[in-house]
């Protein structure tokens, strides 16, 4: 398996702009995570969603972000309008839904956006 | 009540020598506390991980101590080698609930 798919990997735009960032989770997981990583606020949870429906979204800093997952290979984070205080690694993360005693949530590589 | 506080920040240890990153959590509902280990530009990867019905886990170089009266566990790296180099972060979750709650994180750079 190619592990979770993160695109782009670099994003760079300018405040104003809508950003989408996209995830692949792994094949299989029926859970989905969205995480914000910046060095003064550390690994932040954004949204989950379980069997393609959000189940938390108390981490979603405002209107201007939202998430989607169409279908169990797809999701999407978008912000708009994108604003210089967005600028953050975002990692997308898939756990499977097969119940072990030890529940590894698996990361992709993230996408680096940096807003001007 | 959903926080886990890591400490330290940073820490630089010399090659072979024991690094000790610490953390603590307020909610007795947590029952699983895994260690995620980060290196740059790549996300988080599951390091080791324990359930408060032991004190210690163990595998290979890394250990987990966890003291559930004082509501404290710690990861231990025996033997530190300038490969560990990376961010650790220590987190923990409770009530089957997939959602974890991530500490900071802790810069470990090991001196070859």
């Known amino acids: 398996d190619a592990g979770v798919i993160q695109s782009p990997r670099h994003e760079v735009t300018e405040m104003g702009q809508e950003v989408t960032l996209r995830c692949k989770p792994i094949?299989?997981?029926?859970?989905l995570f969205w995480y914000r990583q910046t060095m003064m606020r550390g690994l932040e949870l954004l949204i989950y969603?379980?069997?393609?429906?959000?189940?938390?979204d108390s981490g979603m800093p405002e209107d201007r972000f939202s998430a989607k997952m169409p279908n169990a290979s797809f999701s999407t984070l978008k912000i708009q309008p994108s604003e210089p205080r967005d600028s953050a690694v975002y990692f997308c993360?898939?756990?499977?839904?097969?119940?072990?005693?030890?529940?590894?949530?698996?990361f992709g590589p993230g996408t680096r956006l940096t807003v001007l | 009540q959903q926080q886990v506080k890591q400490s330290p920040q940073s820490l630089i240890v010399q090659k072979g020598g024991i690094s000790i990153i610490n953390c603590a959590y307020e909610n007795t509902a947590f029952d699983y506390f895994p260690w995620y280990q980060q290196f740059p530009g790549k996300g988080p990867a599951l390091l080791i991980a324990i359930r408060p019905d032991v004190s210690e886990k163990k595998e290979g170089r890394f250990t987990i101590s966890f003291n559930k009266s004082a509501k404290q566990f710690s990861l231990h790296i025996m033997d530190s080698q300038p490969g560990d180099s990376a961010t650790y972060f220590c987190?923990?979750?409770?009530?089957?609930?997939?959602?974890?709650?991530f500490g900071k994180g802790t810069r470990l750079h090991i001196l070859p």
């Open positions: 094949s299989g997981h029926n859970s």
């Open positions: 969603f379980n069997n393609n429906v959000p189940i938390d």
């Open positions: 993360a898939s756990l499977s839904g097969v119940r072990k005693q030890y529940n590894e949530q698996f």
């Open positions: 987190a923990a979750s409770g009530n089957r609930d997939d959602k974890i709650i």
